[in-house]
C-alpha cells in the first residue's frame, strides 16, 4: 500500500499491537496460493449464516476446528459435513512469530498453540459489525494477518460495542494482535478499500484475513 507518509507501529489499547508492514511480498504471496487451497476443501469457503437467518457478507473457511456461529466443530454442519483441514506447522510458527513480534515475550510465544485459523474473504462491499471473539476458552492472544485491499478496522472496548473504539487502516502485509486486558475486546471492519491492494500478493481484488486463535477445547 502506496502511502506519503511511513506507517509506524502503534497500541491502540492495553495488549492490541498493530504492526504495518509485517509480512514481505514472498510471506504473501505464499499465503494467498495457501488460501486458495483451503478454500477448495475439505470444507469450501462459504458465507455463514447467523441464527436470526441473516447471512454475513464476509465468506470463511476454517482450519483446525469449523466455526459457524457460535461454537466450534470438528465437521463443517453448515458446509457439506467434512473436517476441516489442519492448522499446518509452518502456520502455527508464523503466528509465535507474531505474538514475539507485538509483545517481545518469548515465554509466551513459546506456548502459542493455535489450534484453528479462521479465513477471511471480504470483497468491495463485505464488512463485519462490531463483535467479541468469544467462543473460545482460552484467553490466548488473537493474531490476525491482512492481505490485499486495505480496511478501516474498528477496535473498541471489552465492554460495549459503542465509544470508545479506534479506527486503524489495515494494508496489505500488517499484522494485529491483541490479547491481555484487549482479548475481549469489540471489533469489526467498518469497509474494505478496493483498489488499493497489490496485484504482485497474488489477490487481484478483495481483502483476506487470517484470524489465529487457541481454542482450549478437547478432541
Not at 44 to 53: I, Q, T, Y
Not at 71 to 88: H, L, Q
Not at 136 to 145: A, H, K, Q, W, Y
Not at 191 to 198: A, R, S, Y
Request: proline content about 7%; glycine content about 12%; aromatic content about 8%.
Amino acid at each position: 500500500m502506496n502511502t506519503l507518509l511511513p506507517r509506524l507501529r502503534s497500541e491502540p489499547s492495553d495488549g492490541a499491537v498493530h504492526v504495518p508492514d509485517w509480512l514481505g511480498l514472498a510471506e504473501q504471496q505464499h499465503l494467498v496460493a495457501a488460501c486458495r487451497r483451503w478454500a477448495a476443501g475439505p470444507v469450501p469457503m462459504r458465507a455463514a449464516v447467523l441464527p436470526g437467518g441473516h447471512r454475513m457478507s464476509v465468506q470463511t473457511v476454517c482450519l483446525g476446528w469449523h466455526w459457524q456461529p457460535y461454537k466450534y466443530t470438528r465437521t463443517a454442519g453448515d458446509a457439506g459435513g467434512n473436517r476441516v483441514a489442519e492448522v499446518p506447522d509452518w502456520l502455527i510458527g508464523l503466528g509465535r512469530r507474531a505474538v514475539l513480534e507485538a509483545y517481545g515475550d518469548e515465554d509466551l510465544a513459546a506456548r502459542y498453540t493455535p489450534d484453528t485459523a479462521l479465513i477471511n474473504f471480504y470483497d468491495d462491499h463485505a464488512h463485519m459489525g462490531m463483535h467479541q471473539d468469544k467462543d473460545e476458552r482460552s484467553s490466548m492472544p488473537i493474531v490476525s494477518l491482512s492481505i490485499g485491499d486495505a480496511c478501516v478496522f474498528r477496535f473498541g472496548n471489552p465492554v460495549s460495542r459503542n465509544k470508545p473504539y479506534t479506527d486503524i487502516e489495515l494494508g496489505s502485509g500488517d499484522l494485529f494482535v491483541f490479547g491481555g486486558p484487549s482479548r475481549f475486546a469489540y471489533h469489526g471492519v467498518v469497509k474494505t478499500l478496493p483498489g488499493t491492494g497489490d496485484p504482485a500478493t497474488g489477490l487481484r481484488g478483495g481483502r483476506i484475513n487470517i484470524t489465529m486463535r487457541v481454542t482450549g477445547l478437547d478432541g
